[in-house]
């Protein structure tokens, strides 16, 4: 009778231990989330790239260095997920300290649609989503190698559809004063970005 107590109990806890080994601590359990989990470990470096901006203004991303830096891949003729992302994005930008904006956190919205999405659609899609242009900044990579690098360093999904539009997945991608990645965030609880800056920033 013990014996098999003592044997279930076994097999309890070591399926337990694997449950925990498998998920992070019980933090990962879909692949996605297993995904952000090891990318926030890596904590990547952006690479080298070229921008422009909605008043075709050209910078690099190392120029964005020195900030902690928030971004979101979207593209403009994107009908669902896109306008929630970027909305929820503004109310991020609308609820950072005037004294902290621009000066130690910088938005950057990077459309993977360079070919449509030229600085006069993107100055639209700025005006629309209350984006000033140089604290929140709304902008394409040209480059095509230069994109892919970026995407493929954050892992950001980009697949062209039937319908002429694109499957991405999205998320807030934040970015230290040193150029790596340090933690993505549901891009459905903008809250959440705001509470992680004002834990140390604001």
Same mark, same amino acid.
């Given at each position: 009778?013990?014996? $098999?107590?003592?044997g279930?109990?076994f097999?309890?806890v070591?399926g337990? %231990? ?5 998920t ?9 989330k ?5 990318l !926030? ?11 422009i901006d909605?008043?075709?203004n050209?910078f /690099?991303?190392?120029?964005?260095e020195? $900030?902690?830096?928030?971004f979101?891949?979207m +593209?403009?003729s ?6 929630v992302?970027?909305?929820n994005?503004?109310?991020? +930008? !609308? ?13 950057? %919205?990077?459309s993977f649609d360079p070919d /449509?999405?030229t600085?006069?659609?993107? $100055?639209?899609y %700025?005006? /629309?989503f209350?984006a ?15 994109l ?11 697949i062209?559809?039937?319908?002429g539009?694109y499957? /991405?997945?999205?998320?807030? +991608? ?8 340090t933690?993505?965030?549901d891009y ?6 705001v !509470? ?7």
């Open positions: 009778m013990w014996r $098999k107590i003592i279930i109990l097999a309890l070591a337990l %231990s694997l449950l925990w080994i498998g992070d601590g019980l933090r990962a359990f879909t692949a996605e297993a995904r952000i989990l090891d !926030e470990r890596e904590q990547p470096k952006l690479p080298s790239a070229t921008l909605s008043n075709s050209n /690099h991303l190392q120029e964005l020195g $900030k902690y830096t928030l979101t891949f +593209y403009t994107c009908g669902d997920v896109c306008p992302l970027e909305r994005f503004a109310e991020i +930008y !609308e609820n950072i300290p005037e004294d902290v904006l621009g000066k130690k956190v910088v938005l950057v %919205s990077i /449509h999405d600085p006069t659609v993107l $100055k639209s %700025s005006d /629309h209350g000033d242009g140089d604290r929140w900044k709304m902008a394409t990579i040209q480059d095509e190698q230069e892919q690098d970026v995407l493929d360093t954050l892992e950001v999904i980009v062209p559809n039937e319908y539009g499957e /991405h997945n999205s998320a807030f +991608y934040v970015v230290n004063p040193e150029g790596k990645l933690n993505i965030f459905q609880q903008p809250q959440t970005v !509470e992680y800056l004002d834990s140390f920033l604001f």
